[in-house]
């Protein structure tokens, strides 16, 4: 049975950093390509970041570029996701998922959840002062 769990959620000052981490088991995530996404209250989930089966090919939302980083270390079946000068509109459930190929394409969208089988549960980040 496939499980990712995200962790590292928290509160957090503007301004701040954090990191959230995904764990697979069950699924060998050095075969797929990875996303995060999130979804703020109120709000339809939206896509955040993602990068392929190598980490050589990495994509960003327009809203978090420059401030936030994806990677992945497959030996460890983990994917991160470093949050830094965070804005209260960064708040959300983030939500890391597991793509169907390893590579994204012209067929294979990084940013539309239907790219993903795998999901996990979220955790909450909340960035208040």
């Not at 392929?52 to 990677?71: A, E, L, Q």
């Not at 209260?88 to 067929?107: H, I, M, Q, R, S």
């Not at 969208?109 to 002062?129: C, D, I, P």
Request: aromatic share 12%; glycine share 12%.
């Amino acid at each position: 049975q496939v499980h990712l769990v995200e962790s590292g959620g928290g509160l957090v000052q503007p301004g701040g950093s954090l990191r959230v981490s995904c764990v697979a088991s069950g699924v060998n995530i050095g075969r797929h390509a990875m996303g995060w996404f999130r979804q703020a209250p109120g709000k339809e989930r939206e896509f955040v970041a993602a990068l392929s089966w190598s980490g050589g090919s990495r994509y960003y939302s327009d809203s978090v570029k420059g401030r936030f980083t994806i990677s992945r270390d497959n030996a460890q079946n983990a994917m991160y996701l470093q949050m830094s000068s965070l804005k209260p509109e960064d708040t959300a459930v983030y939500y890391c998922a597991a793509a169907k190929y390893d590579e994204f394409g012209p067929l294979v969208h990084e940013n539309r959840e239907t790219s993903y089988v795998y999901w996990g549960q979220g955790t909450q980040v909340t960035v208040s002062s």
